[in-house]
């Protein structure tokens, strides 16, 4: 068995990596690897801060992100890797593939960039090999997701990712972006969203494909 740590939205506070996985080793855990599902806070002044780590961390992008700082990728340690939508990456034995970025609820303030691509959809879909994992940082239409913000709003998500899991249909799909704990069985794929990584995090054993949710054990 594996354990892989699992983290919402950072919102460029990179302390909160470390803090979280200290956390979940004081717990027993010993994650090899990490996934965060977006908003990790690609900006100018933060991207030096992020930590080196003595395991992998697997990221994408959210919808608060300085999209015009992708060049600055590089500078992130390289223990940091991007997982891309027209490629199966092995994390821990299972294929995962990353879509990142989401539009905003207020879809007036979406900024450029942020959006999920129609090509992302299409190159996901030409993968070959079976994907087990799905990570994306919103969640598709129509498993029964919820928010509160500007709302409440009922079955939000994306109508694209919902067209990319009716055509791939994984096992396990991992999304960040609506900020509270969240799972469901629906149509053969166990669906689980993430708090903000300030609030908690998750185990995902591998062998099992199961999470278990954690809250904060210490402060900042």
């Known amino acids: 068995m594996t354990d892989i740590l699992v983290l919402g939205d950072v919102h460029a506070q990179p302390q909160d990596i470390t803090r979280q996985l200290e956390n979940s080793k004081h717990m027993g855990y010993k994650p090899e690897a990490i996934i965060q599902l977006g908003d990790i806070g690609i900006w100018k002044d933060v991207i030096k801060k992020f930590p080196r780590l003595d395991i992998p961390l ?49 879809q007036y303030n979406t900024p450029s960039g942020s959006t999920i691509r129609h090509e992302d959809i299409k190159n996901c879909m030409k993968i070959r090999s079976k994907i087990d994992m799905m990570i994306t940082h919103d969640c598709p239409s129509d498993i029964g997701m919820r928010s ?73």
């Open 148 to 220: 509160n913000f500007f709302g409440p709003w009922e079955n939000v998500g994306s109508e694209l990712l919902e067209e990319l899991f009716l055509d791939i249909k994984p096992k396990l799909w991992l999304f960040g972006h609506h900020h509270i704990d969240f799972t469901v069985f629906n149509n053969g794929c166990h669906f689980i969203g993430f708090k903000v990584s300030n609030d908690g995090f998750g185990i995902l054993d591998t062998e099992n494909k199961a999470v278990r949710f954690a809250s904060s054990i210490s402060e900042r």
């Open 58 to 106: 697997y990221y994408i992008l959210g919808n608060h992100e300085d999209f015009h700082a992708e060049l600055m990728l590089p500078g992130l340690p390289d223990c940091y890797i991007m997982l891309k939508p027209d490629k199966a990456t092995n994390i821990c034995g299972l294929k995962a593939v990353g879509i990142g970025k989401s539009n905003f609820i207020d």
